[in-house]
């Protein structure tokens, strides 16, 4: 993959950005340079404007009806906001990044926009989808990815465009352990043969130590670390730890073993089937029992139909053969089968955080999000504010109680998800990447809370890569490897 790309200069002069709907900025106070061809990883605590800085650059953020902005933000000595389609950006969510319904057609999507000739257009679609490792045929439908595949797919989208600016957000967080060295080797292979600038926000740092030459980390006031990654490290390393950095050497505490042994089996799966797109099973030959009191993670490759087998055990995906049943504790008078109960049915059952938080948010503040299921069971609104201020002070989301769900970063976003389906007290929670877009800190209290509950006699099923989440909780793991 060989271009004679421009790499890009970026500069921000005491920048920040607010949303319309919040009253505190996003991001606030950034002063810096970043020269053509430096490799910047971009750290700081959930919520501490890395996003948005990337959104910014990128310009996405929208025009003075969407917030508020202050200082600039350049690429080139330019406006960000005139210098669409000169960097690539991957975001967080890469379902919010699929356009179109064939993987081919949705990786070329930014090349046509770019005027590239469609000859040169096909050959860079080949080889960036060859660079990420997305073996799958071009007319493949998008719908029909998993979320990990989809990242792959968004990643892919960014590098045949061949950008002077790179701008990767969480690029690798819902990939398997193989896929995030495949992607970062992707990156790397790019940043050989082209001198783009790079830009890359990731909570954990050692997988993308090796290709970066310079740390930026942000916090309430700005940038309060910037520099060579072993020297920021050195010489800040407590400082940013005690901040939420995720600084090697130093990992969150774990909570306490199980307080007892796991008990009576609440959901469990015989010979299922599960398909992601009706009829086409993605993962079968399944026998899996869900129990109280502990905790069983879903792991596997991407595309191995882990999230597809959750939401079937969780009560919201038919399987395609076998069944899902439920003892008779957790039906207490509803039908055996999960995928029969009704919404309101499910509430204090079986609750379930998807992969993706934007599926499931619904109200215009995150305080009215959090009250949705408790008002579906009726609840007095003294029992939904207590229940609430517990939940948005231990998630650290109570300084956010009045903003708008869709403005929250996406760590944020993840914790929003897990306290709404806290609120209804399920006896089993379904988790799909619990930890996704954590800093050390939130990842720490987050665990903490499924521990309690762990141990409290709730059955949680987590689907996760993150195998530090597995030895925190002593989970149990089920290994998924796709249709027999």
Known sequence: MTSDVRPAAVEAQGWGWRHASRI????????????????????????AGKSTLLHGLAGVLGGDEEGDAEGRLLIDGAPASASRGGAGLVLQDPDSQVILARVGDDVAFGCENLGIPREEIWRRVDEALDAVGLDVPLDRPTKALSGGQKQRLALAGALAMRPGLLLLDEPTANLDPAGVVEVRDAVERMLQTQRTTLIVVEHRLGVWLPLIDRVIVLGDGGIIADGRPEQVLAAQGERLADAGVWVPGRPPRHPAPPVASPGEALLTGRDLAVARVRGTAVASGIDVDVRAGSVLAITGPNGAGKSTLGLTLAGLLPPVAGAVTASDALAAGAA?????????ELLTRVGTVFQEPEHQLLASTVQDELAIGARSLGLSEAEIAERSDELLQRLRLDRLAKANPYTLSGGEKRRLTVAAALITRPRVLMLDEPTFGQDARTWQELVAILAALRDDGAALIAVTH??????????ERFELRGAA
């Open 24 to 47: 505190a900025w996003a991001v606030r106070d950034v002063t810096l340079r970043i020269e053509p061809g430096e490799r910047v990883l971009l750290l700081g605590a959930s919520g």
């Open 336 to 344: 055996a089968q999960p995928i029969r109960w009704t919404s309101r």
């Open 466 to 475: 993150d195998l530090d989440v597995i030895a925190a909780l002593h989970a």
